[in-house]
């Protein structure tokens, strides 16, 4: 994809515009990412940039404003890199924010900030008029019949100042069909537009809505008729900046490429990362050359996978069977585009992106513009929820008590929902003050020249198709939990571990991570490592992160296996009924050989996970972080509660009277039919289904209301460190206990542990790992057990067994001390507790806060995901259950408990407080 298209094969008089339009909300690229962009559309046989960023605030909201000798240099320099590219660089500026349409002095304004831009070498232009009020103000209707005449009036103005320039765009107010009133056919507006705006100027159009799913044949036929001329395609289908959760590395699809005759051009606003938009740009390139549209060779890869999770075991059993990339058996002339194989072929392509040596510094920072609201046109009011939160908000004042344990250089610390993020847009962000760069304060953003000094915040394969055949064999299959307890060292050794990663949030060290350059990871390992990145990797990638309105193939078994394992995990109950345990029946092994398959799917993102910190590419790194981190962290807590499952069904056939309760949590959970079939359709746009993958597979898990568990910060330096969260295992106790001696010493206490080696665990978690360890999970790292969670299902239960069982053990095994010996009187308080136990349970905690829990992890852990997602994991065993509400007691003078407990979300109850003690719950 080298030699450039001389034209446009339906047009033999214009040239087919096809390039990238900047103009996102958010932080603009840097100067060098933007020539590094000319490079890669004059390779890829593109021909167009569109210089329209909102956050530039002299291109929108200051467009008065002249721009300065240092600003103006940059502009030239961008204009001559993208000159010397083969490049039509066009310069947009939207005026439409407040001017007065009748004001000559206005007018005269903007033909003086257009005269400048012509001195800096710039020969194409746009006005924009998107994301403005419709209402003209008092004089200009004295002047104008309508406000489509007052944009008119002016856009011929200035089109006939600049000499009738070669190129020259128009983005109009009602610039989709959902935004014509009343329709495209009928609109005056838009009829306006089309018979009095001049015959030389392009008009933009997003297409039936201002993220289109599908842009037909016969709807550019109506608009072409309506404006008089073809439209250019100011496609947002790429656009992330109005989800911070959502990131789209699919292909370019939606659009037949029987659609180049019938237009002027197609311009992609893509997302705001500039790393992570190669697919988009380049599979729009193979588009534009393309004439036939493959799709209808591949009829089953048109199916959504929304619509593909809604079918039967035989049919998702099918889907497994698709090969890696999807293309086998289609037509292969490069005339025909398939958005899987357009996906395939970027997909190579981009691999060396990921092996060039970029540098980058500075903590990662997402470049979506912060809590920006969705669109505010009166017509259109989005759900609000809260999966749509701007995590980065989220963080949480460390406790005055806690000290954070230095990070220690060997672990290469580089340190889981939308206003509309295309051009079309209503909101608006002003620029940071703070903005870093050489221009001082009042330069625009997106001229600074940063470089890579500015910071960007964003198995070997999947399985194999063999793996997934025959999962009722007849040989003998050994429990997939059944194996954990005697592998669970060596896999801690030998394999990448799973779950959770980010800043922390521990029960005794809760401040972030201090800031670290990230000069101190970019040690790389040898060439073909097993930690290299692959095609696979990448692939697996944009199928986790794919378009707006449909999830990749990855993606897709993601949901529907779990969704299964979860729907069907009753067989593990009924399986083992009558039978032995080394006899279980074809049900239990299908259901163990698809949670085996869920757990290599997770360890595979795990890869791709640890591979990407290991590429030269940091800037690239920077863009995909923060997404794959949060991601990772879904999939691995799913991948924690399969693992429960298995263990607490297969094992002992626990199925408590609430198990069930909203099983089919993809609907209960805010996804009904009607909200899916509007996913899947576009008929709404995609900010109102916000988080993308990672939130559908987080609504699978029966916890209800409990979203606030899943806002997670977004890390703000990288690490390499996975923290995996799963059941607790029997033959883990000494381990465990070990963990609350070691915590003991670690928060300035005497160490007793020498004398009584178990006496601080049997106070503190012994009741739960004996009595309920089906409600035991632990995290941990690289090589050792770094934190747990304990919990039962019914406090009073517990207590009464702890009665009968354990405390009389206690008593029998701890004397008080008759001899004087280091610390007498901590151990002397420790045991006179476990002789003198509370007599009762306290009695309100039977109802709404049935359940106790205690969670604690090391100083070490610095994931403040990871107490989130743990808390979750046993959540949603208990609510499973049919538990509503867990409760903890707390000594009031815990003031670092109290602070961690509050931040998992756990509030005082009133009423229950002793001299000194006190109790937290929260509802589920």
């Not at 078994?557 to 109950?573: C, M, R």
Request: aromatic share 10%.
């Amino acid at each position: 994809m080298t030699e450039r298209r001389s034209g446009n094969r339906g047009n033999t008089n214009q040239r087919f515009i096809c390039g990238v339009i900047e103009g996102f909300y958010g932080r603009p690229w840097t100067l060098d990412q933007r020539k590094d962009l000319y490079t890669k559309l004059a390779r890829f046989g593109m021909d167009t940039y569109v210089y329209a960023p909102k956050d530039d605030y002299k291109h929108r909201a200051y467009w008065r404003e002249m721009y300065t000798v240092e600003e103006g240099d940059h502009l030239t320099a961008l204009i001559t890199a993208a000159k010397s590219e083969g490049i039509k660089f066009v310069y947009a500026l939207s005026p439409g924010l407040d001017m007065c349409y009748s004001s000559a002095k206005e007018v005269n304004l903007l033909k003086k900030k257009l005269d400048q831009i012509v001195q800096f070498g710039c020969e194409a232009f746009a006005l924009l008029f998107d994301d403005i009020e419709s209402e003209m103000n008092e004089q200009d209707k004295e002047m104008f019949k309508s406000f489509a005449f007052a944009q008119v009036s002016v856009s011929n103005q200035i089109y006939e100042h600049l000499s009738q320039p070669e190129c020259f765009l128009f983005c109009p107010t009602q610039y989709c069909a959902s935004r014509a009133i009343p329709d495209v056919r009928n609109s005056e507006y838009l009829n306006t537009i089309g018979e009095k705006l001049a015959p030389g100027i392009d008009i933009f159009w997003t297409g039936p809505k201002v993220i289109s799913r599908i842009i037909s044949v016969e709807s550019i036929e109506e608009i072409s008729e309506v404006l008089h001329r073809p439209p250019v395609i100011w496609d947002n289908l790429h656009a992330n900046d109005y989800d911070q959760k959502r990131l789209f590395l699919g292909p370019y699809s939606g659009r037949v490429p029987e659609l180049i005759p019938k237009l002027r051009g197609v311009i992609t606003n893509p997302n705001c990362e500039y790393g992570a938009n190669f697919v988009a740009i380049h599979s729009l390139a193979q588009w534009s050359r393309c004439k036939i549209d493959g799709k209808k060779f591949l009829d089953a890869e048109s199916e959504s996978a929304d619509i593909r999770l809604e079918k039967d075991v035989a049919s998702s059993r099918a889907t497994s069977t698709i090969t890696l990339y999807g293309d086998e058996g289609a037509d292969d002339r490069d005339e025909v585009y398939i958005p899987r194989r357009a996906l395939k072929r970027s997909v190579i392509e981009w691999l060396s992106e990921f092996r060039r040596s970029k540098s980058m510094w500075g903590p990662i920072t997402k470049p979506q513009p912060s809590g920006m609201s969705p669109i505010s046109l009166s017509s259109f009011t989005p759900n609000q929820t809260k999966e749509g939160q701007n995590q980065d908000e989220l963080s949480y004042k460390s406790p005055p008590a806690m000290e954070l344990k230095p990070i220690d250089s060997s672990d290469t610390v580089e340190v889981h929902f939308r206003s509309p993020a295309d051009s079309p847009h209503s909101a608006e962000e002003l620029p940071s003050s703070k903005s870093s760069g050489i221009l001082g304060p009042a330069t625009p953003l997106s001229l600074v020249s940063q470089g890579s000094l500015e910071g960007m915040d964003v198995n070997s394969g999947p399985v194999s198709p063999a793996q997934k055949d025959e999962p009722m064999q007849e040989p003998d299959v050994v429990s997939f939990m059944a194996v954990e307890e005697e592998t669970a060292k060596e896999s801690r050794l030998k394999s990448i571990p799973e779950v959770d990663t980010g800043p922390v949030d521990s029960t005794r060290s809760i401040p972030s991570p201090p800031y670290i350059s990230n000069q101190m990871i970019t040690d790389l390992p040898p060439s073909n490592s097993e930690f290299e990145i692959t095609v696979e990797d990448i692939f697996l990638l944009c199928d986790l992160f794919y378009l707006p309105f449909e999830h990749g193939t990855e993606g897709l078994k993601l949901l529907q296996e779990f969704s299964w394992l979860k729907q069907n995990s009753h067989l593990l109950n009924e399986g083992h009924k009558g039978k032995g345990a080394s006899s279980p029946s074809r049900e239990v092994r299908e259901w163990h050989d698809r949670a085996s398959r869920f757990d290599e799917m997770s360890r595979a993102l795990n890869r791709l996970f640890t591979r990407l910190t290991y590429i030269n590419n940091r800037e690239l790194l920077y863009d995909l972080y923060p997404y794959v981190w949060d991601m990772r962290g879904v999939v691995s807590l799913l991948n924690a509660y399969v693992k429960w499952l298995g263990k607490c069904l297969g094992g002992k056939g626990l199925i408590g009277h609430g198990l069930w309760i909203g099983m089919d949590s993809w609907r209960w959970n805010g996804f009904n039919k009607s909200s899916n079939e509007s996913f899947v359709t576009g008929e709404e746009e995609p900010w109102v289904f916000r988080g993308g993958l990672a939130t559908d597979l987080q609504r699978l898990l029966p916890i209800e209301s409990n979203s606030d568990l899943f806002l997670h910060k977004s890390p703000d330096v990288v690490t390499r460190q996975v923290y995996t969260i799963r059941p607790y295992l029997p033959s883990e106790e000494q381990a465990v206990y070990n963990l609350c001696n070691k915590m003991w010493k670690d928060s300035g206490n005497p160490d007793i542990t020498e004398q009584y080696p178990e006496l601080l665990g049997d106070k503190m978690i012994g009741p739960f790992v004996t009595l309920s360890p089906e409600f035991c999970f632990v995290v941990e790292d690289n090589s050792s057990i770094v934190g747990y969670a304990v919990a039962a299902l019914d406090g009073a239960n517990l207590w009464k067994k702890s009665m009968i069982a354990w405390a009389p053990e206690m008593q029998r095994k701890y004397n008080l001390p008759v001899s004087e010996v280091e610390h007498k009187t901590i151990i002397e308080d420790i045991i006179k507790e476990m002789h003198q136990p509370q007599q009762t349970s306290p009695v309100e905690m039977r109802g709404s806060f049935s359940s106790p829990i205690h969670v604690s992890l090391l100083n070490s852990v610095c994931d403040q995901s990871v107490p989130k997602r743990l808390v979750t994991c046993v959540i949603a065993a208990l609510r499973g259950h049919g538990s509503s509400g867990c409760y903890v007691e707390l000594k009031k003078s815990d003031l670092p408990a109290i602070e961690f407990y509050c931040r998992l979300g756990f509030n005082e109850i009133s009423g229950l407080d002793t001299e000194n003690t006190t109790y937290f719950g929260r509802h589920f």
